[in-house]
């Protein structure tokens, strides 16, 4: 991703415009899924929604995004947090060793 950002420069007289691009890397995080748990992920933030596949035991996720959805009680507590783990694919953050009862990630837009 790059950010573009343009300034006016008050030169006196003069003006000019100063472009600059800036490339953002931003290092995307996995994060585990509890131990002995064989996860549903699902279409959307509710248990009300499809299941798209199934995690593995010991599977790691990254959370590209997140929003809040169903309260559900797992391993890591009670949490209406869903974490975006691929395009249209959720978890209930309550099974994902994120170390934080809150937002880890930025809302998914």
Same mark, same amino acid.
């Given at each position: 991703?790059?950010?573009? @950002?343009?300034?006016?420069?008050?030169?006196?007289?003069?003006?000019?415009?100063?472009?600059?691009?800036?490339?953002?890397?931003?290092?995307? @995080?996995?994060?585990?899924?509890?131990?002995?748990?064989?996860?549903?992920?699902?279409?959307?933030?509710?248990?009300?929604?499809?299941?798209? @596949?199934?995690?593995?035991?010991?599977?790691?996720?990254?959370?590209?995004? +997140?929003?809040?959805? +169903?309260?559900?009680?797992?391993?890591?507590?009670?949490?209406?947090?869903?974490?975006?783990?691929?395009?249209? +694919?959720?978890?209930?953050?309550?099974?994902?060793?994120?170390?934080?009862?809150?937002?880890?990630?930025?809302?998914?837009?």
């Amino acid at each position: 991703m790059s950010v573009e @950002r343009v300034e006016e420069i008050d030169g006196g007289a003069e003006s000019e415009a100063v472009t600059t691009a800036a490339a953002t890397t931003a290092t995307l @995080r996995y994060y585990s899924v509890a131990p002995g748990v064989r996860l549903n992920v699902r279409s959307g933030p509710s248990t009300s929604y499809r299941v798209v @596949r199934v995690l593995a035991e010991g599977a790691k996720v990254p959370i590209w995004c +997140q929003t809040p959805g +169903q309260s559900i009680t797992g391993p890591y507590g009670t949490s209406n947090i869903w974490d975006n783990i691929d395009d249209g +694919q959720y978890v209930s953050d309550a099974y994902v060793n994120t170390g934080s009862d809150g937002y880890v990630a930025s809302r998914c837009a």
